[in-house]
């Protein structure tokens, strides 16, 4: 029986209340009088306004963006909002997390700058995505459904009210997720459905099994045309053609394979266009970038870079000493919603869907003004690689830090962070450029699979150790803790419109997560 403590005495109780009855002290920290001069770069070194001198006692994040907003001369409703780097003057260092007004003068002199007052400071603004996401804290649905483990799980770009799930059972099933309830069973494999794709425009989905074929679905729950055969072992990843770059709104789909090859499917005539070979191991992954390359990783160490045009090979990336499990492109995010974004305005013709899948592609991979699509690419030599091909075959970076293999990676929708899982337990998060930024510790077992949220200010992670974990972008802290799960959770999705999380796994129930 848990010991009860004793009610207060006469003499604690007196003083209890005499200390609720003085005021007491509540004077803020002092800031030390003064201001700093700012100059304000984007993310390619170009100066974006005026040098300016901040006050150091306003000196918030929040004000220095809204400061640099009305600098650019934008309307209260154009206001973007910015997250500072601070560059300290002479030298490379990078503080990539902004100081409050009462540490700045600390963080300055740590790094050596004695009277801020006199050196003008380099603060390196990112855009941050204009609308938020809050983060999911509870589960509102368990479905119950399918009759083995539950492998792959992708939301619709077009709505996140339809979930599709790939299963051990050798089905794949569409759930309607505003009423927590199963609404089509796609039967017709007769193997595990190892891997699904929503079509960009979500018409149509695609999934690949264990039975050696690929079989496209309607949002219906139909199955449309033949089963696609051609690979002699099962499929492993498959990948639809960017939206913009259709001709004759004919889209071509990827399928990676157990086999060693890539075949690209003409999906209208069930055909295959080509048949990618050059792998001497099973492709474990395969994406396809927006200027119609088709990038695939494979368990024989490499990256291979294929013109998906032409069917010829253009690069082959090697760095890796072991198996690569997995891999991520800077621009998945926006070739995955194609002209779906957040704010709900979907174009009338097919031509200005084309442009809008087209402008939000090149937004978001440009770099110094050049297109570059970049890859990280995560291996069980328990090291990631980040390439820019276009650049040549030597990596960029070489991102060490994880004690085991690391088994998932993904880019922050603004490819602004990477986050990978590993099987250390641990989720790693790093720059755009490869550089380490922090461990998020929290699980427990393997973390087999992170998904960020749409405005790239959150990351959900799914673990062996049977929960979700919902982490801060901002703080790097976890935000949310998500038990529920009976057993292991192998795959993941956070809506596209940012509502709610999807999960499944080894108990074989589908889970929705909302906040």
């Known amino acids: 029986m848990a010991t009860i403590a004793p009610p207060p005495s006469k003499r604690q109780r007196r003083e209890a209340l005499e200390r609720t009855q003085i005021q007491q002290d509540v004077t803020p920290p002092v800031i030390e009088a003064g201001s700093f001069k700012a100059r304000f770069v984007d993310n390619d070194g170009n100066q974006l306004a005026d040098t300016i001198e901040v006050p150091l006692a306003d000196a918030t994040e929040k004000n220095v963006s809204l400061l640099l907003n009305t600098l650019l001369g934008r309307e209260r409703e154009e206001f973007t909002p910015y997250r500072f780097r601070i560059h300290i003057p002479n030298s490379d260092i990078v503080v990539d997390n902004y100081p409050t007004p009462s540490e700045f003068l600390a963080v300055l002199r740590k790094h050596g700058i004695e009277n801020p007052f006199e050196t003008t400071i380099t603060l390196a603004a990112e855009p941050q995505a204009v609308f938020k996401v809050q983060a999911v804290t509870r589960m509102s649905n368990r479905i119950p459904g399918h009759g083995e483990a539950i492998l792959a799980a992708q939301f619709s770009p077009k709505t996140s009210s339809l979930l599709a799930t790939g299963s051990g059972d050798n089905t794949a099933r569409i759930w309607n997720t505003d009423s927590g309830t199963p609404k089509y069973t796609l039967k017709g494999h007769s193997g595990w459905v190892l891997a699904l794709a929503w079509r960009p425009d979500g018409q149509n989905l695609a999934t690949g099994s264990m039975d050696k074929t690929v079989r496209i679905w309607d949002e219906s729950g139909q199955s449309v045309g033949r089963p696609f055969n051609g690979h002699s072992k099962w499929i492993t990843s498959i990948a639809w053609q960017p939206f913009?770059?259709?001709?004759?709104?004919?889209?071509?789909?990827?399928?990676?394979?157990?086999?060693?090859?890539?075949?690209?499917?003409?999906?209208?005539?069930?055909?295959?266009?080509?048949?990618?070979?050059?792998?001497?191991?099973?492709?474990?992954?395969?994406?396809?970038?927006?200027?119609?390359?088709?990038?695939?990783?494979?368990?024989?160490?490499?990256?291979?870079?294929?013109?998906?045009?032409?069917?010829?090979?253009?690069?082959?990336?090697?760095?890796?000493?072991?198996?690569?499990?997995?891999?991520?492109?800077?621009?998945?995010?926006?070739?995955?919603?194609?002209?779906?974004?957040?704010?709900?305005?979907?174009?009338?013709?097919?031509?200005?869907?084309?442009?809008?899948?087209?402008?939000?592609?090149?937004?978001?991979?440009?770099?110094?003004?050049?297109?570059?699509?970049?890859?990280?690419?995560?291996?069980?030599?328990?090291?990631?690689?980040?390439?820019?091909?276009?650049?040549?075959?030597?990596?960029?970076?070489?991102?060490?830090?994880?004690?085991?293999?690391?088994?998932?990676?993904?880019?922050?929708?603004?490819?602004?962070?990477?986050?990978?899982?590993?099987?250390?337990?641990?989720?790693?998060?790093?720059?755009?450029?490869?550089?380490?930024?922090?461990?998020?510790?929290?699980?427990?077992?393997?973390?087999?699979?992170?998904?960020?949220?749409?405005?790239?200010?959150?990351?959900?992670?799914?673990?062996?150790?049977?929960?979700?974990?919902?982490?801060?972008?901002?703080?790097?802290?976890?935000?949310?803790?998500?038990?529920?799960?009976?057993?292991?959770?192998?795959?993941?999705?956070?809506?596209?419109?940012?509502?709610?999380?999807?999960?499944?796994?080894?108990?074989?129930?589908?889970?929705?997560?909302?906040?």
């Open 244 to 515: 913009h770059l259709w001709s004759d709104d004919t889209p071509k789909l990827a399928s990676a394979s157990k086999d060693a090859t890539i075949r690209i499917w003409i999906v209208n005539t069930g055909r295959t266009e080509h048949v990618l070979s050059g792998h001497k191991g099973s492709v474990s992954c395969v994406r396809w970038g927006g200027t119609d390359l088709v990038y695939s990783a494979s368990q024989d160490k490499t990256v291979k870079v294929w013109d998906a045009i032409s069917g010829t090979l253009k690069y082959t990336l090697s760095s890796h000493a072991h198996w690569v499990n997995h891999f991520a492109l800077s621009t998945d995010f926006v070739l995955r919603t194609a002209f779906y974004d957040h704010t709900k305005n979907v174009p009338a013709t097919v031509e200005e869907k084309r442009a809008k899948s087209k402008e939000r592609f090149e937004k978001a991979a440009k770099q110094q003004g050049k297109i570059a699509e970049r890859i990280i690419s995560a291996s069980d030599d328990f090291t990631m690689y980040l390439w820019d091909p276009a650049q040549g075959t030597k990596p960029l970076a070489r991102l060490l830090g994880h004690q085991k293999q690391v088994n998932h990676v993904s880019f922050s929708p603004d490819g602004s962070l990477i986050a990978s899982a590993g099987w250390d337990n641990h989720i790693k998060i790093w720059g755009r450029d490869g550089k380490f930024l922090t461990t998020l510790r929290g699980h427990v077992a393997p973390v087999y699979q992170c998904a960020f949220s749409a405005d790239s200010r959150l990351l959900c992670s799914g673990s062996k150790d049977t929960t979700l974990k919902v982490w801060d972008m901002r703080s790097f802290k976890l935000s949310v803790d998500l038990p529920g799960h009976e057993d292991e959770v192998y795959a993941l999705d956070w809506s596209l419109d940012g509502r709610l999380v999807g999960s499944g796994g080894k108990d074989k129930a589908v889970r929705l997560w909302r906040n």
